[in-house]
């Protein structure tokens, strides 16, 4: 009775040795991949696009930086300019218009950019909440700031500032209603399709922005401004040039992907 009892443990050690044996071999094979730090026990990129995110990165916080440089330039001439001291309709102009297009319409569209510091990682429906926000504020601003220019020239649209403020005005409030259309288009799809109304409301706030930024360019360009800053003309027209081009880099690439999607 003894040897089959011993014949079965032999068994089973022979089985457990086995077992044993064969656990390096699946370890090899079920290994973490190349791009895995054994120490942080965190996946990471590769070094050429860790180092290209970290330069687009980087590239976005100075353009961040010029924004703030051109809304504190803004606030400061416009509550500065009188000698005595008092807020005219034309200091509220240019502060309301001013602060709506180059920092809540800019931020409305950065904040849905790839690279954007402050909002990579949240989630896309987070981002359309914040992007919606800034664009609401935007164009209050921007409506209140129109309004209170044209009141300052008694409702006379006559130099190209004007014009260009009234159209990026038009614009900016077509934008502002196409979104609202386009996001519940893309929430109840029986209604619109989602995609054209998106290339629409993308192209329509493109151009608003486009105006908006231009009608400042011309705001820094007049003889009153100039004589007063300077060389802080020229600069801030460069800056808003080049948040301009920045700014819209992303909107046209996702215009082209998005009509590529629909044809």
């Known amino acids: 009775m003894d040897r089959p009892s011993t014949s079965h443990q032999s068994i089973q050690k022979v089985e457990m040795f086995e077992v044993r044996e064969h656990v390096p071999y699946q370890a090899e094979v079920t290994r973490a991949p190349a791009a895995y730090d054994e120490e942080s026990g965190e996946l990471y990129e590769s070094s050429w696009k860790s180092a290209w995110t970290a330069i687009c990165q980087l590239v976005n916080l100075l353009q961040h930086m010029q924004i703030a440089i051109v809304v504190f330039s803004v606030w400061r001439y416009a509550l500065t300019s009188q000698a005595d001291g008092s807020i005219t309709n034309l200091q509220l102009h240019i502060v309301f218009a001013g602060t709506g297009y180059q920092l809540f319409l800019v931020e409305s569209i950065l904040t849905l950019h790839k690279h954007n510091t402050w909002s990579a990682q949240l989630s896309m429906d987070s981002k359309r909440i914040v992007h919606g926000c800034f664009q609401i504020l935007g164009a209050l601003f ?12 008694n409702m006379q649209i006559s130099s190209a500032h004007a014009i260009c403020g009234v159209v990026a005005l038009a614009f900016t409030m077509l934008s502002f209603v196409s979104g609202i259309i386009a996001l519940f288009s893309s929430k109840v799809r029986l209604l619109l399709k989602s995609n054209p109304v998106k290339i629409f409301h ?6 608003a922005l486009s105006m908006g930024l231009i009608t400042m360019i011309l705001g820094f360009n007049s003889v009153r401004f100039t004589t007063t800053q300077g060389p802080l003309a020229t600069a801030l027209i460069i800056f808003v040039v080049i948040t301009l081009v920045y700014t819209l880099v992303q909107p046209i690439v996702d215009l082209i992907s998005t009509t590529r999607k629909t044809l």
């Open 202 to 207: 993308v192209a329509v706030g493109m151009f």
């Open 142 to 153: 921007v409506l209140a700031g129109t309004f209170l220019g044209l009141s300052q020239v």
